[in-house]
């Protein structure tokens, strides 16, 4: 299991909780921005962006459903994805070279 990749809160959930239970969790991915640079218009840079989002998304709901959870909601303006998996998957999705965070849902806290 990737630690580094793990929340504070969904780590210590995870300490708490007692065989393989049901979760929601946000997974944010590694995005690269290179094709984005290249579009030419704000129309275009958005669709690449979505098209860029989809191809690095792929494996890791592919990799989500062979486990068993499934992807509940996209995110492609910040690169992240809504699951719902079972603690045992944790470590597996950690593991994935696309994945940059694990974390429980929360609501978002604007910059002061």
Do not use: Y
């Not at 030419?40 to 860029?52: L, M, S, V």
């Not at 459903?65 to 909601?73: A, D, F, I, K």
Request: proline letters at 4%; zero cysteines; charged letters at 25%.
């Amino acid at each position: 299991m990737n630690t580094e990749k793990i929340s504070p809160p969904l780590s210590e959930w995870l300490l708490r909780t007692e065989g393989d239970e049901w979760l929601e969790l946000i997974v944010e991915l590694a995005m690269q921005n290179d094709i984005i640079a290249s579009a030419a218009g704000r129309a275009a840079k958005i669709a690449a962006q979505k098209e860029q989002f989809a191809r690095q998304a792929r494996p890791v709901e592919d990799q989500i459903r062979r486990l068993g959870g499934e992807v509940t909601g996209e995110a492609w303006i910040n690169g992240s994805l809504r699951v719902r998996l079972t603690t045992r998957m944790v470590p597996i999705l950690s593991e994935q070279d696309q994945v940059v965070r694990l974390d429980l849902p929360h609501a978002i806290q604007a910059d002061v």
